[in-house]
């Protein structure tokens, strides 16, 4: 049960009593909120019982917490929700039914269940790894590679997360299933979203990963009769976006409901789908990419990148397109001539980009790293460079049509602004650069670590990966580059910084207008919302040439991002299942 007393003032009993085996009275703990208490503030406090429910199917457990001689400051105080999840229960506070739950999860002990599983898990890491170090003996290709060990790695992080435990996983699959609905032909027109029967409760799953979902996926994945009758569902937790940025997961979405799949194989075949156009466009990537192309792979494999692939969400589609945006425009920027033909993919690549997620907008400064002086004739370049901006401008402009109307129309006529709005960045540029400020310095080293996957699974304590680890991507996405130095390219770093403090400045623009007007630091901001940009900011590190660099050096690079990349895994499950 989750405890909120910020006093830690918690006593009570907690009786339990069994239908068909009553058990009045009989105590299961007493809580001390003294001082010297172990109960925590906002967090879960186990309750054990001595032995097993057995054969609890189809039974009724009471849960009886009671707070005798309570006073207003030394209480049980509890979180209760009001989603009412456990339908077929109730929840009375004293003695009147309360529409809603009791926050709890259910604990399970790992016993055998997880023994099996876990033995599997060890042998294809085993395999893989003996893969990757072949594949890497025999120098393949970068781009190759990097496929490989997208799906590879990533296939771990679908099955280890549960379903719904990633961040914000709950609103992508509203969001999956309504598209899906319109392609299907069953959407509505009253703001709800129609659900089968099957996938109405998300078979209980909940937001925190816990052995609790592990149990979860092995009592429902071999369940075959599946209700595919449509109910109206809220239709709440729908992100307000494109088709183009769940296009993947809607499509696996689709297979699993025409071959009648389970939720279970709705939700991994949803991820997979994702994961594996993030394994193309960044191979894709890599391939066009004329230097770095181990840094790049690298940047493609930390841990939040890979657990924002394997999941639902929509923020793989910015990660991709920035990435093929930096590698195009360098592979461009290195041809010896430049034709027209050549603007055609940075062109194609902003026009998808600005829709999904506008603040990447300023990644068209680079295009800038194509030298004028490549093209054959002036003409060429006035047309390649003019049709580039006035396509891309165009859909900023209709893509933020609605943002402007409301900050010059609607907003000067209303008196009353709770929200910061453009209006007031024009008005006091100075006085938000100066927030802005005071928010990097105060969240930057959140910023660096989230960035990388400190926190993972909606941030809950514990799962993600140490700060020191983190350091160790840094570095090795660092060396990778080191090790490009003798190959590398002139490249102009001050597009390169353009682009980049561009798009920063607009993540925090867009996430100010989240907040009430008198903050001082902008809440909001998210360091994975940094990803797609983070190799621009390694390009932009001042490197010297080495004398000598071993080719083998590279592949020995992947190697190790591999092994750490199990290591990180393996933290991730054992924190999941002590949870």
């Given amino acids: 049960v989750m405890n909120n007393d910020t006093n830690n003032n918690l006593n009570g009993t907690v009786l339990g009593n069994v239908n068909n085996n009553p058990l009045p009275n009989d105590t299961i703990e007493t809580l001390d909120g003294s001082i010297n208490s172990t109960i925590i503030d906002n967090q879960v406090r186990r309750i054990s019982f001595d032995e097993a429910l057995l054969n609890s199917k189809d039974k009724y457990y009471e849960i009886i917490i009671t707070s005798p001689n309570a006073t207003a400051c030394n209480a049980v105080t509890l979180y209760v929700s009001s989603l009412d999840n456990y339908k077929e229960g109730k929840l009375l506070i004293n003695n009147e039914i309360y529409q809603g739950d009791l926050v709890f999860g259910l604990l399970y002990e790992a016993g055998d269940f997880l023994i099996i599983p876990f033995i599997i898990l060890c042998i294809y890491v085993l395999i893989f790894t003996v893969i990757v170090m072949c594949i890497c003996d025999k120098k393949f290709d970068i781009s190759k590679i990097a496929f490989i060990l997208i799906i590879g790695i990533g296939l771990l992080y679908i099955i280890i997360f549960p379903p719904k435990t990633i961040s914000d996983e709950d609103a992508h699959i509203n969001t999956t299933y309504k598209w899906a609905n319109k392609l299907l032909g069953d959407e509505t027109n009253d703001g709800t979203i129609l659900k089968r029967v099957e996938d109405i409760s998300d078979k209980g799953f909940e937001l925190i990963p816990s052995i609790d979902g592990y149990y979860k996926i092995k009592t429902n994945i071999g369940i075959d009769e599946v209700n595919n009758e449509l109910v109206k569902t809220p239709g709440d937790r729908v992100t307000d976006t494109k088709i183009t940025m769940y296009l993947f997961q809607v499509f696996g979405f689709l297979i699993a409901r025409i071959l009648n799949l389970n939720y279970i194989f709705l939700i991994y075949l949803g991820r997979f789908f994702n994961l594996l156009v993030y394994a193309l466009g960044i191979s894709f990537a890599i391939k066009r990419i004329p230097v770095g192309k181990i840094a790049l792979l690298v940047c493609s494999l930390f841990p939040m990148a890979l657990n924002q692939a394997a999941s639902l969400s929509?923020?793989?589609?910015?990660?991709?397109?920035?990435?093929?945006?930096?590698?195009?425009?360098?592979?461009?920027?290195?041809?010896d001539t430049v034709k027209i033909k050549d603007f055609i993919l940075p062109t194609i690549i902003m026009v998808m980009l600005i829709p999904m997620k506008s603040v990447y907008c300023m990644l068209m400064v680079l295009i800038f790293l194509i030298s004028p002086k490549k093209f054959n004739t002036k003409k060429e370049c006035y047309t390649a460079f003019g049709m580039f901006f006035l396509i891309v401008l165009s859909f900023c402009i209709v893509d933020n049509r609605d943002l402007f109307y409301e900050s010059f129309e609607v907003l000067s006529i209303k008196n009353e602004v709770v929200y910061y709005e453009i209006i007031d960045v024009l008005k006091n540029p100075i006085d938000v650069f100066g927030i802005v400020l005071d928010t990097i310095y105060d969240k930057f080293d959140m910023y660096i670590f989230t960035m990388a996957g400190s926190n993972l699974a909606w941030f809950a304590m514990g799962i993600g990966v140490p700060n020191t680890i983190i350091m160790i991507y840094y570095f090795l996405a660092i060396y990778a580059l080191k090790l490009d130095c003798n190959s590398m390219i002139q490249i102009n770093k001050k597009v390169l910084f353009i682009s980049a403090i561009g798009v920063i400045g607009l993540i925090f623009l867009g996430a100010l207008t989240w907040n009430f007007k008198g903050v001082n630091i902008i809440d909001g901001v998210q360091g994975r919302y940094f990803l797609p940009i983070f190799p621009i900011?390694?390009?932009?590190?001042?490197?010297?040439?080495?004398?000598?660099?071993?080719?083998?050096?590279k592949y020995n690079m992947i190697i190790f991002v591999v092994l750490l990349q199990i290591f990180t895994l393996l933290r991730v499950f054992s924190s999941i299942v002590i949870r």
Avoid: G
């Fill in 537 to 553: 900011l390694l390009f932009l590190l001042p490197l010297k040439k080495e004398d000598v660099i071993f080719e083998q050096s």
């Fill in 314 to 335: 929509y923020d793989v589609m910015p990660i991709i397109l920035s990435f093929i945006m930096l590698s195009e425009c360098m592979r461009i920027a290195n041809l």
